[in-house]
């Protein structure tokens, strides 16, 4: 089972919007709306950004945002600030009951 | 809130067992279910398996032939056995909870802090 595909990073200047691509197949991406994304920073553990595809659990900035269209999801950050900076993973649960990572996307604020 | 802490021993030569245990705080332990994941350095995310509170796994294909992950419901504990181990298995690993206090989810919404295992001759 490949990873999941992301682009290697991302970059945006204070207040710009960005968007994080996820690609996979119909087995993970595509078959379901079991999609997640993760914000993380070098030291601390991994934090749930994003669940089922676009919903937000309690306490993420309504900054954060998802999508999915065939077999890519999408993470938007808009308003962005420093804070975001991070690296970013998306993952998804497959038809053959287990989850896949993405490769993971390096967000810069210039 | 759910919590989880876990700790193991960091430091393995080739061919051991990496050993792991991770503690559930806060929570009822009944109903839910937990990963394993673990990121190598300069790497991304892999997802090592998971289980149910019954006992129930699932692995990642990658690794299914060497991992073990069990529960002891009787001390709120999960725990993570990785055979003959190779530099390769060198990385952070983190404890997962697919359920916080309210809800369960496809994902991690509660990590451990991560315990960093090297293996080395």
């Known amino acids: 089972q490949s990873a999941l595909t992301q682009p290697a990073s991302v970059s945006g200047s204070p207040g710009q919007s960005i968007t994080i691509s996820c690609s996979g197949t119909?087995?993970?991406?595509?078959?379901?709306?079991?999609v997640s994304w993760y914000q993380h920073h070098p030291g601390k553990a991994p934090k749930l950004m994003i669940y089922?595809?676009?919903n937000r659990p309690s306490g993420v900035s309504n900054r954060f945002s998802g999508s999915k269209s065939g077999n890519t999801a999408s993470l938007t950050i808009s308003g962005l600030q420093a804070e975001d900076e991070a690296d970013y993973y998306c993952t998804s649960y497959t038809s053959s009951n287990f989850y896949v990572f993405g490769t993971g996307t390096e967000v810069t604020v210039l | 809130q759910v919590q989880l802490q876990q700790w193991g021993a960091g430091l393995l030569k080739p061919s051991e067992t990496l050993s792991l245990t991770c503690a559930v705080y806060?929570?009822?332990?009944?109903?839910?279910?937990w990963s394993w994941i673990r990121q190598p350095p300069g790497k991304g995310l892999e997802w090592i398996g998971q289980?149910?509170?019954?006992?129930?796994?699932n692995y990642n294909p990658s690794l299914k032939s060497r991992v073990t992950i069990s529960v002891d419901t009787s001390k709120n504990q999960l725990s993570l056995k990785l055979s003959s181990v190779t530099a390769a298995d060198t990385a952070v690993y983190y404890c997962a909870s697919h359920c916080s206090s309210t809800s369960c989810y496809y994902g991690f919404p509660i990590w451990g802090q991560g315990t960093m295992v090297t293996v080395s001759s």
């Open positions: 806060g929570g009822s332990f009944s109903g839910y279910y």
């Open positions: 289980i149910y509170h019954s006992g129930s796994t």
């Open positions: 119909s087995s993970d991406v595509g078959g379901s709306n079991s």
């Open positions: 089922d595809v676009s």
